[in-house]
């Protein structure tokens, strides 16, 4: 078993920031990519960002240049950072990881999410 902890979400006004945190635990061989989802109430989940074990990003077009996510392979941890936060950010945010549970297997696991507040 896998598990992902997400933290640092809260209640911020617009133009705040906030950093998000989410380590991963368990029977892990290694860790091939993690990122992290968004999702609104009535809304689809959708791509926030993604970074590679080999260091490479992508961004939902919504974010780019304004969020920056990071990882500490050693520690299995992924980091987002999100800054001048508007109110459509708002959602729960939920951390998501490609572990590689075997030489020959990967399993692709999520995290309970973090609520995410951007309002005056």
């Known amino acids: 078993q896998v598990q992902l902890v997400e933290s640092g979400g809260g209640l911020v006004q617009p133009g705040g920031s906030l950093r998000l945190s989410c380590a991963a635990s368990g029977s892990i061989f290694s860790i091939k990519a993690m990122g992290w989802y968004r999702q609104a109430p009535g809304k689809q989940r959708e791509l926030v960002a993604v970074?590679?074990?080999?260091?490479?990003?992508n961004y939902a077009a919504s974010v780019k240049g304004r969020f920056t996510i990071s990882r500490d392979n050693a520690k299995n941890t992924v980091y987002l950072q999100m800054n001048s936060l508007k109110p459509e950010d708002t959602a729960v945010y939920y951390c998501?990881?490609?572990?590689?549970?075997?030489?020959?297997?990967?399993?692709?696991?999520w995290g309970q999410g973090t609520q995410v507040t951007v309002s005056s």
């Open positions: 970074v590679t074990s080999g260091g490479s990003t």
């Open positions: 998501n990881a490609d572990v590689v549970i075997t030489l020959r297997a990967n399993v692709l696991y």
